[in-house]
T-cell receptor, first 111, second 113 residues
Framework: QKEVEQNSGPLSVPEGAIASLNCTYS??????FFWYRQYSGKSPELIMS????GDKEDGRFTAQLNKASQYVSLLIRDSQPSDSATYLCAVNHQAGTALIFGKGTTLSVSS | DTGVSQDPRHKITKRGQNVTFRCDPISEHNRLYWYRQTLGQGPEFLTYFQNEAQLEKSRLLSDRFSAERPKGSFSTLEIQRTEQGDSAMYLC???????????FGQGTRLTVV
């Protein structure tokens, strides 16, 4: 059973702080890793993808991947109240197969 | 590029009725996925198409659920004899073969009463 695990939270951070969201996955041969943001009542929105070990930065977002530890994280710098949402980690264990999602971590940024 | 489009956005149906949802993927995407999401959970995979071929189907998917993608473009998801437990958001996503990034439609919220 291929699984993706996330702490459901809520994770609460003050405005301007760094939010750190974590995800572990069970299938060692997983190839592609994604972070989605989902606002309440809306559909998931892709914010980051990462395929190789190391860091990938896009604006205020940094995705980090460590395949040896089967761990992927998302850092949000200078957190804003508009970042308050559920963040979903998704893993694609083999090219051409469907994404497997975690349950999501709820982030709350207070002003 | 108009994105992934789903219709209807909301559906209320009585228990025992059949419902059908439609998904139009991003035009150049040949992969199409159906997911179901309930409150507090991540999207749960239902089934996946590459062009018109249904390549993967969740073992959790009841025989009451069927999906088609007859010409490799839009897809339909039908639920027969709906039950209250079918109440959920049904999400469609699409991706290309070259880039595995998947983009979601707005979803169809189903309420079975």
């Amino acid at each position: 059973q291929k699984e993706v695990e996330q702490n459901s939270g809520p994770l609460s951070v003050p405005e301007g702080a760094i939010a750190s969201l974590n995800c572990t996955y069970s299938d060692r041969v997983s190839q592609s890793f994604f972070w989605y943001r989902q606002y309440s009542g809306k559909s998931p929105e892709l914010i980051m993808s990462i395929y190789s070990n190391g860091d990938k930065e896009d604006g205020r977002f940094t995705a980090q991947l460590n395949k040896a530890s089967q761990y992927v994280s998302l850092l949000i710098r200078d957190s804003q109240p508009s970042d308050s949402a559920t963040y979903l980690c998704a893993v694609n264990h083999q090219a051409g197969t469907a994404l497997i999602f975690g349950k999501g971590t709820t982030l709350s940024v207070s002003s | 590029d108009t994105g992934v489009s789903q219709d209807p956005r909301h559906k209320i149906t009585k228990r025992g009725q059949n419902v059908t949802f439609r998904c139009d993927p991003i035009s150049e995407h040949n992969r199409l996925y159906w997911y179901r999401q309930t409150l507090g959970q991540g999207p749960e995979f239902l089934t996946y198409f590459q062009n018109e071929a249904q390549l993967e189907k969740s073992r959790l998917l009841s025989d009451r659920f069927s999906a088609e993608r007859p010409k490799g473009s839009f897809s339909t998801l039908e639920i027969q004899r709906t039950e209250q437990g079918d109440s959920a958001m049904y999400l469609c996503a699409s991706s290309s073969t070259i880039n595995t990034e998947a983009f979601f439609g707005q979803g169809t919220r189903l309420t079975v009463v």
